[in-house]
């Protein structure tokens, strides 16, 4: 039996999405394929309200992440984590040999401005990593205010922010936010099936990484930006075709729900989850800045989360167990992509049936 | 109208194949995608004929590639190249600061045991690369006669073979030749849509990179090789699961086909296309070592290429131009994946009909 998935990623892809997964074969060197790239990148700019370049990575979102790392730290990157996936970045600094220091807050808590400037008084960074929604705590970090802070008094500094769990589910004003590389995947609340990096690149950022060597080939942000610059839209790989197909028709759907209208949809989830988790149970993370795309569930209750999840599994559900060190601790269900307020209802009435709520 | 493609990848892929795409979503941290991806492991060790741990990577053959000789280069990397592909492993390891020399022969020539003994004998490397399949210049390199003189000679030197092009269309016996890396990707000869790279990975290589530091993160092949040992053959990153579903189910065609009768059907195709080519123009590559997969044709009646193209386009067929510097200078025509001699026939005789030879 399917499993409906309330996972932070993958999700539920529609069917006729799905579908686009199996076009026949184009050239990558034609026309048509540069086309189906530039159609992708201009609707990627109004998803993410931005002038940049857009570019597409045939990997995960950790590829692209390394890559605008490795590709764009001069001197010394500041990660600012909230979570597993806010170190992750700094692994891939120290798996680099790129200089970095990592700046985690206890789990559950946000990346404040106030953080941000202390650390980056000191002259030492010019790149910092932040991570807009962390899928291990349910943390949306306030990368806009973040933003503002950079662009007042550290406008040199490169502005690297992972919006892999909330970008097409959580406005993300790139251009007005200062943003130089914003970096999503498609298996998250773009509703697509895994396989595909999304990235925008600022002219900054592009600056930045002509002053690095050593950037490596696959990874490297600049050489990606030249080829398609150079060869419209073409990549110097072979891309993901089948990716790229359900990309762009699936970014039609999201711009005739209407940008505006499916952020409402996810902010309506995720009150609807949170006041259900507060009335069952607790919060995991400070209520001020809770994810709109994924909610992070203290479990007060001491319930056993794997058992629950088989459960669920035999009606036809599935959400997420605690992160790592917060396994059985905390339960995670995700409200993204195509999900609607009528699901979400539908699963949380069959956890209460299942525990006796 | 749809073209069919005889470029060297992507590849025609067929419509149940292609429908494997559009399976709906599963959870990557479950069962069901351990026994998805270990499946796909023991299909492909049967495919390269080898007990080596198989490795998948969302990202094209050129991930892999470049994870290969960052990852396993301790001293200093001997790239032999034949052509584009060729020069192109030694750029990644340019990128990353890998210790490197390039050995280029005149495009239309292999790399020969006398070569790789040659420079092996200098006694300054510990990494060889080996283009198997060269798509620019179509040779199919004597890889198995390679591996014989490293296991002779050389046995401590990590043997590195980009077999993208060839795998699944030509015998490739990666223990008998003792090759240590052995990668290609899914949009030649295997004859699935582009985006997924898969690796052998031997014992020798596995400890060669242990002791390598740098080896960065997202196509560590390190990292990836302890992870799926610790969890059952899951990645680190989320992978591309449409691609894993097609390509497990595309190995069962494969292996139903039968390997032998599979190449036997290639090498049939090969030697009909060489046939037509010397009668009509002449082979660009060396006889001996001509390719499997694909034909490279020399020019030598001065046809426009590009109106070539133009014109089977318009009869619903694709093939390739010469590569950089061979553009209009040779023309390629692929033979590889499901494509049938009757196909071929079907082709060459619109070629024929276009150009009125």
Redesign the interface.
């Known amino acids: 039996m399917?499993?409906k998935?309330f996972?932070p990623?993958?999700?539920?892809?529609k069917?006729d999405v799905?579908?686009k997964?199996?076009?026949?074969?184009?050239?990558?060197r034609t026309k048509e394929a540069s086309k189906l790239q530039r159609d992708i990148s201009e609707k990627m700019m109004k998803l993410f309200y931005t002038k940049n370049q857009v570019m597409l990575s045939?990997?995960?979102?950790?590829?692209l992440m390394?890559g605008a790392v490795?590709s764009c730290t001069r001197k010394r990157a500041a990660m600012f984590s909230v979570g597993a996936f806010g170190n992750r970045w700094y692994?891939?600094a120290v798996?680099?040999?790129v200089p970095a220091d990592k700046f985690e807050v206890e789990w559950g808590n946000p990346t404040t401005p106030e953080q941000v400037d202390e650390v980056l008084a000191t002259g030492k960074y010019d790149l910092i990593t932040v991570t807009h929604n962390e899928t291990s705590t349910g943390i949306m970090n306030p990368v806009g205010e973040i933003g503002k802070l950079l662009k007042e008094k550290y406008p040199d500094v490169v502005f690297c922010v992972d919006t892999v769990s909330s970008a097409a589910g959580a406005k993300i004003e790139v251009d007005e936010w200062g943003i130089d590389v914003c970096i999503t995947?498609t298996?998250k609340a773009l509703a697509l099936?895994?396989?595909?990096a999304i990235c925008t690149i600022s002219e900054k950022a592009i600056e930045a990484a002509k002053q690095v060597?050593?950037?490596?080939?696959?990874?490297?942000l600049l050489k990606l930006y030249e080829y398609i610059q150079k060869k419209d839209h073409q990549y110097?790989?072979?891309?993901?075709?089948?990716?790229m197909f359900a990309l762009n028709y699936q970014l039609d759907r999201i711009l005739e729900e209407g940008l505006e209208n499916r952020f409402a949809r996810h902010i309506e989830m995720a009150q609807y989850v949170r006041a259900w988790a507060k009335k069952h149970f607790e919060l995991f993370p400070v209520e001020e800045y809770a994810s709109n795309t994924l909610t992070n569930v203290k479990n007060t209750k001491g319930i056993s989360v794997a058992d629950l999840n088989k459960k669920l599994a035999m009606r036809g559900f599935?959400i997420s167990n605690g992160y790592g060190k917060l396994k059985e601790k905390t339960f995670r269900i995700a409200h993204m992509g195509e999900t609607t307020l009528l699901e979400i209802k539908e699963l949380l009435e069959n956890i209460e049936d299942i525990l006796g709520l």
């Open positions: 399917h499993k998935l996972i990623g993958p999700v539920e892809v069917n799905l579908q997964m199996a076009t026949p074969m184009i050239g990558h045939t990997s995960s979102g950790s590829g390394e490795r692994d891939m798996g680099n040999n995947s298996q099936p895994p396989g595909l060597e050593n950037r490596g080939f696959y990874l490297d110097p790989s072979t891309p993901s075709t089948p990716h599935m």
